[in-house]
């Protein structure tokens, strides 16, 4: 499921780059479209106050999911609404599997130090490694709990 996903979001990651204008998409489009704000009211069945005020609550990004999908398509356009990854959903999961395992492995051998019985670095290493590994293959919601560091 988690491949099938990321393929699916893979050809929205240009999307990432495009920048909603100040203004935003529904002032920018009416205007492009050279619809005024009593134009668009009509067809949204309000005022051109009311209109005027939807840009804005946008503009200001608070405007709900319903009013952007009445207001595109008041203006022909489709609404389309997704959340894209920074990166790949199975990249998402790696690092979070190996900062889970970094936080237990930290904890672990902070106690082992104050018991002078200190592991190296490349130990460290290798057993964040491994865990992280562990956590990855196990994959569960556990995953996601927050411990006192902070993965």
């Known amino acids: 499921h988690l491949r099938q996903l990321d393929g699916q979001l893979k050809p929205l990651q240009q999307l990432r780059a495009l920048a909603a204008p ?25 005022t051109k106050q009311l209109a005027a005020a939807l840009e804005h609550a946008e503009a ?43 936080a237990i492995v930290g904890r672990t ?15 460290t290493a290798a057993q964040t490694k491994d865990l992280a590994g562990k956590l990855r293959a196990e994959w569960s919601s556990r995953l996601w709990d927050v411990t006192t560091h902070g993965s």
């Open 109 to 123: 051998s902070h106690s082992m130090w104050l018991e002078r019985q200190a592991t190296s670095e490349e130990e």
């Open 22 to 46: 100040r203004s935003g998409w529904i002032r920018e489009i009416r205007r492009a479209l050279r619809m005024t704000s009593a134009q668009l009211g009509a067809r949204l069945g309000r």
């Open 60 to 102: 200001e990004g608070k405007v709900t999911l319903d009013s952007l999908r009445r207001a595109a398509n008041a203006m022909g356009c489709d609404f389309v609404y997704a959340i894209v990854p920074r990166e790949s959903l199975e990249k998402v999961v790696d690092q979070q599997a190996y900062a889970k395992a970094a």
